[in-house]
């Protein structure tokens, strides 16, 4: 059993607390699951289990459960002879329309603490934020991180372990299949964001050009470039066209179910965000290896991937750093902190050496910047710090004090 400590340590001082309380994340990234983490919490603080709810939207049982009115009925009827503080779960609560009003009626009517999971980032958006202003707190959730996968097996940390993660990612259903049915799950996991998150709630009709949008952003993990250069690239290549404002949308809506995640250029010496050629990186790489079956031929840029997505684990704001003529994989912000990152498979040469120490050097500032590769010799020059890899996934950036 993973108990998901990164997530539950941001939940449990939050318990009782007023605040609306909300898990965002990718469909299958274990929000459900950490649910009954929090629900185990409570019980163990001797909460009556009669006093804690769980609405499951996707269940047929509350299928006849649309709208904020239906959902008004249901929690009254289910809570109106508790006695005590009532503790509510809604699960996958984006199916009810106008639900947040029901939510915060129960915030105002009920003394209650209130948990909700979401597939998509519409429930911070528009009307929720008119709301609940100021009345939530959220909770982003991603599939295993390698060190949560290695919990899972119980294992500790192995080239065999690592190449099998780096190849089919980290939602946790996955790893009870073997490696054909890895696929397959991942592909029925893919199509069902597909046409629930995309195809139906955007109403979009052109289904063959929203797959070919996702497979040319899939097989250009961290590459920079703009709507209109896909655009003339889908209409010169492939004899697609559309326009680049579609494309812009469209990517919108990946972002939104959490699929996509797109990530700006900062100018480091001007501390602009630079509004053009943005980089897009896939939330779980394993959907790479369905449709590309390249994380293991082209392991830099799925590392790459990795490196990101931990990063927002670890709650960083992230950008892509451009200074002069050169370009900084992350620059990673949370709170007071900062860090500069390079990614590279491996140090093999001293010109990938000076490739990627050089757009660091460049950097006149404090902030501790890496160097993080696959490599086990310490590389550490110049106050640039080099980490390895893995033990950047287990243990975080490494505080080190370079002379």
């Known amino acids: 059993m993973v108990k998901r400590d990164l997530y539950l340590n941001q939940i449990i001082p939050l318990i009782d ?26 019980i163990t603080r001797g909460i009556n289990e009669n006093n804690i709810i769980l609405i499951n939207f996707e269940s047929a049982k509350y299928r006849n459960v649309s709208n904020a009115r239906e959902l008004d009925l249901l929690i009254e009827s289910l809570i109106e002879n508790i006695e005590g503080k009532v503790y509510l779960f809604f699960d996958e609560i984006q199916n009810v329309d106008g639900w947040e009003k029901s939510v915060n009626a129960c915030r105002v009517d009920w003394d209650c603490d209130i948990y909700i999971t979401g597939s998509n980032s519409k429930l911070l958006s528009g009307e929720l934020a008119t709301h609940l202003t100021g009345r939530y707190f959220e909770i982003k959730m991603y599939p295993f991180s390698f060190k949560e996968f290695l919990d899972y097996k119980q294992q500790q940390p192995s ?14 259903q996955i790893f009870i299949f073997n490696d054909e049915n890895k696929l397959k799950y991942l592909h029925d996991l893919f199509n069902s964001i597909l046409y629930n998150d995309l195809i139906s709630r955007y109403q979009i009709r052109d289904v063959n050009i ?18 209109k250069s896909l655009s003339d690239y889908l209409k010169e290549e492939e004899n ?3 326009a680049p404002k579609t494309i812009y949308n469209y990517i919108n809506y990946l ?35 369905v449709f590309n079956g390249r994380n293991v031929t082209n392991v830099s840029r799925t590392i790459e991937n990795i490196v ?71 590389f550490s020059q110049d106050g640039i710090i080099h980490q390895n890899l893995i033990d950047f996934l287990l243990n975080g950036p490494k505080q080190q004090n370079i002379s």
């Open 255 to 289: 972002t939104n179910s959490r699929l996509i995640n797109k990530v700006q250029r900062e100018n480091v010496e001007g501390k602009t965000i630079l509004k053009i050629h943005e980089k897009y990186y896939v939330t779980d790489h394993g959907f790479n290896q």
């Open 159 to 172: 080239d065999k372990l690592f190449n099998e993660y780096l190849k089919y990612g980290g939602f946790p």
């Open 17 to 42: 607390n007023e605040l609306i309380k909300i898990i965002t994340g990718i469909r299958r990234c274990g929000k459900s699951y950490m649910l009954g983490l929090i629900k185990e919490e409570l």
């Open 308 to 378: 990101y997505v931990e990063l927002l684990r670890k709650g960083y704001d992230v950008t892509i750093g451009k200074i002069s003529d050169y370009e900084i994989d992350f620059i990673a912000k949370k709170y007071k902190q900062k860090i500069y990152i390079q990614v590279s498979y491996c140090l093999s040469s001293d010109e990938t050496i000076q490739r990627e120490f050089r757009p660091l050097l460049k950097v006149k500032n404090n902030y501790p910047k890496y160097v993080i590769s696959t490599d086990n010799f310490d």
């Open 210 to 227: 929203l797959e070919r949008l996702i497979l040319f952003l899939m097989d250009n993990v961290g590459k920079t470039f703009s709507a």
């Open 240 to 242: 697609v066209k559309i």
